[in-house]
């Protein structure tokens, strides 16, 4: 099942509830737990840890932590920032706990010598200011220790909802983020996509509520990967139609048709704009070409956009794809052509069948009137704000692809890397939703399992990976499912029980 991520609200209550549940600072307990088992997993004993406290509860996980660890055997020592002692009951308490152990606590971090391990608990998920001073100084010496570096919860800089740093001010950087009772948002979008490293769950033994946004994974689009009836033909797994390819880009149309076919379609058609178009495709023969326009009402799924253009001859040819009773993936131009024609957003809100846009941030300025700026610093709101206007599933593509229905419910995708940034990797993304559509798989699973391993194709890949490469990778990835021998990197914290 998909991790439910919480908002500050949400996740307040949460611990609120709890609080009540297990009595006064429980939960930091099992929070420093975590991490001190999150460290033994990295770094032997009798290893140095410094952990650099803030005066919140962020910070009382960071002495409950230091306890856990000092019990393990390890030597540890609490930095303060400002000499302050902490300001919550629960922070003060382990504290004392924390000091009555005889625990070595020191004035700053810079008093505290090498470490093996540096941990930063300076301020978690309700920071509403940006670090400066004293603050954004701990968070640099933290940076530059050569160390390995644990963020508890969310580095300390970071708008957990938003992956932005808050005021701009850059703050910890981690290899390990110890997420606590769900994740969140921020860690895997943005800079909070860098600064957050592996982030690791730990739900703390607590059942967390459903929401409208989770983090997808393998458990929503499993069923995909389940054996064919023997009882089936090409027919059985849909026909997909890929229109686009003007003068200059037909590549793009011939990436999407590629990816259609690797991933599972029975067969594909591409029609493409420009003129003295090629009829076959010498690396990829199966692949079939339209002499003329197609009827799509006998298509499974059509995919439009990719490379095809401006001209009158591309828009009119939109116009059909949109009148067209098939699910629908509207790709690059045509969602260009869609920010500016209203007619053409009337007509898609206007669609019966299923339709998915695949915008980058630019496109989906383009569509909400707004800018690539305002677009990114609240990605989620941005996202939903398109799946409302325009009626379609919505995929805000970049690090942490935001998936909305047009409902608002939303999953944001944790997989991918930089290696997407590269030309003809969104064709790609079209072509493995129009296969999955084709195969009548339905809505969520299609589109949370198209996105998840389209970013997992490029995992642990060096510069220099091709579009053309990614559709392969994801069959592969989907065959090894099948047969139960994949196994996707765990977002669990060692010892984190399952609910």
């Known amino acids: ?12 209550t949460l611990e609120h509830r709890y609080a009540g549940i297990l009595g006064a600072g429980e939960l930091m307990r099992r929070a420093g737990d975590a991490v001190a088992r999150v460290i033994e997993s990295r770094i032997a004993k009798p290893a140095h840890v410094v952990i650099v406290c803030g005066p919140g509860n962020n910070g009382g996980d960071g002495y409950a932590a230091a306890l856990a660890l000092q019990a393990k055997g390890y030597r540890v020592t609490c930095a303060t920032v400002t000499g302050d002692a902490p300001k919550t009951d629960d922070a003060k308490a382990m504290y004392e706990a924390w000091v009555k152990t005889g625990g070595e606590t020191v004035a700053d971090p810079y008093s505290a010598g090498k ?29 530059e220790r050569q160390a390995l570096h644990v963020s508890i919860d969310i580095p300390s800089g970071i708008d957990m909802m938003t992956g932005r740093w808050v005021g701009n001010a850059r703050g910890c950087m981690a290899d390990v983020t110890v997420s606590m009772l769900a994740p969140k948002a921020g860690c895997y979008m943005n800079d909070g996509a860098d600064a957050a490293g592996t982030v690791l769950l730990d739900e703390l033994d607590v059942s967390v509520p459903l929401t409208n946004v989770s ?100 828009l009119a040819r939109f116009k059909e794809a949109i009148a067209a009773p098939v699910p629908l993936i509207i790709d690059a131009d045509a969602l260009r ?13 206007a669609r019966k069948a299923h339709t998915v846009i695949t915008p980058h941030p630019g496109e989906a300025a383009d569509i909400i009137h707004s800018t690539i700026e305002k677009v990114n610093a609240d990605r989620i709101t941005a996202a939903r704000e398109l799946a409302v206007q325009t009626g379609c599933i919505s995929i805000l593509k970049g690090i942490g692809s935001v998936i909305t229905l047009r409902s608002s419910r939303t999953w944001i995708n944790p997989t991918g890397n ?26 969520v699973s299609a589109t949370i399992g ?36 994949y196994v996707s990197e765990s977002m669990r914290a060692p010892g984190a029980k399952a609910r």
Not at 422 to 436: H, I, P
Not at 468 to 484: C, D, W, Y
Request: proline content about 2%.
């Open 1 to 12: 099942m998909s991790q439910q991520i919480l908002n500050l609200d949400e996740l307040s």
């Open 115 to 143: 470490a093996d391990a540096v941990v930063d608990a300076l301020f978690g998920t309700g920071l509403k200011k940006p670090l400066s001073g004293d603050w954004q100084d701990a968070a640099m010496w933290f940076n």
């Open 450 to 485: 198209a996105v998840w391993l389209h970013g997992e194709a490029v995992k642990g890949r060096a510069a220099g990976v091709t579009a053309g490469e990614i559709a392969p990778r994801a069959a592969q990835i989907l065959e090894a499912m099948r047969q139960k021998t």
């Open 337 to 349: 052509l869609m920010a500016k024609h209203q007619d053409l957003q009337d007509a898609v809100l």
């Open 418 to 443: 930089a290696m997407l940034a590269t030309a003809g990797t969104g064709d790609v993304l079209s072509g493995m939703l129009a296969a999955f559509f084709a195969q009548k798989f339905d809505l």
């Open 215 to 314: 983090l997808s994974d393998t458990d929503d689009f499993r069923h995909i990967a389940e054996m064919r009836d023997k009882n089936s033909h090409k027919g059985t797994y849909g026909h997909v139609v890929v229109i686009g390819g003007d003068k200059g880009t037909v590549g793009a149309a011939l990436l999407a048709a590629r990816a259609a076919l690797k991933l599972g379609a029975g067969r594909v058609t591409v029609e493409l704009m420009c003129e003295n178009a090629p009829l076959y495709d010498v690396m990829q023969p199966e692949l079939m070409f339209a002499a003329k326009p197609l009827d799509l009402t006998k298509a499974d799924a059509v995919v439009v956009g990719c490379g095809m253009g401006f001209s009158e001859k591309a």
